[in-house]
């Protein structure tokens, strides 16, 4: 198998096949993606109801370029990543994107990884799979981030698509959320 480009083959647990060894390691590291999944958990303390939030972040120099949570109460596809698509081109236009990585709480569901494909992103890591979110009692639709870039491969192949980073904190997250729902639902 190649590498390079193929590293999206990486596990939900967030395992990533092993970097060939003559190439100096990229500042991508472990502990670079908790500090970044640190700063969507932040952003998602904005909506403590649905907590998915997410920050673009520049892939060479680790700049924070944008961040966004969801509001889908103001407009039903403003899910955080697409928030933070919007803060990003509202900063820096509609250029620039494949030097870019998302960082978001919970996996893209299928309309935000079509973006995400659209803008031509192609690092994305979340914290909580599809799944935890839906045990969380949210609804997603049953497709992962993988199975939309795999049906977008003519046109578009991922450098790294990385799940379950902090998961356990995010995870808390989202059953903290789905506690609150639950109490505020009663209340009204």
């Keep these: 198998m190649i590498l390079g480009r193929r590293r999206f083959l990486e596990t939900a647990a967030g395992a990533a096949l092993p970097r060939p060894t003559e190439r100096p390691a990229p500042p991508d590291t472990g502990s670079d993606h908790e500090r970044f999944m640190r700063l969507a958990i932040e952003e998602a303390g904005e909506n403590p109801a649905y907590p998915f939030g997410a920050v673009i972040v520049g ?4 700049d924070v370029l ?5 509001t889908m109460r103001n407009n039903p596809v ?5 928030a933070a698509m919007n803060d990003y081109v509202r900063r820096h236009g509609n250029r620039g994107w494949a030097d870019t990585t998302l960082y978001t709480t919970g996996e ?5 990884m079509s973006a ?3 803008a031509n992103v192609r690092r994305v890591v ?3 799979s599809i799944d935890e979110l839906r045990r969380a009692g949210l609804h ?5 981030a993988r199975e939309v870039a795999a049906a977008a491969r003519p046109f578009y192949t991922p450098d790294l698509l990385l799940g379950g980073v902090l998961a356990d904190r995010t995870n808390r997250l989202f059953q903290e959320a789905r506690r609150l729902r639950r109490h505020t639902t009663r209340d009204h």
């Design 66 to 70: 944008a961040s966004g949570v969801n």
């Design 126 to 128: 979340w914290g909580s």
């Design 140 to 144: 997603q639709i049953a497709l992962s």
């Design 59 to 62: 892939t060479r120099d680790g």
């Design 78 to 82: 403003l899910h955080g990543e697409m």
């Design 116 to 118: 995400l494909v659209w």
């Design 108 to 112: 893209p569901c299928p309309m935000c």
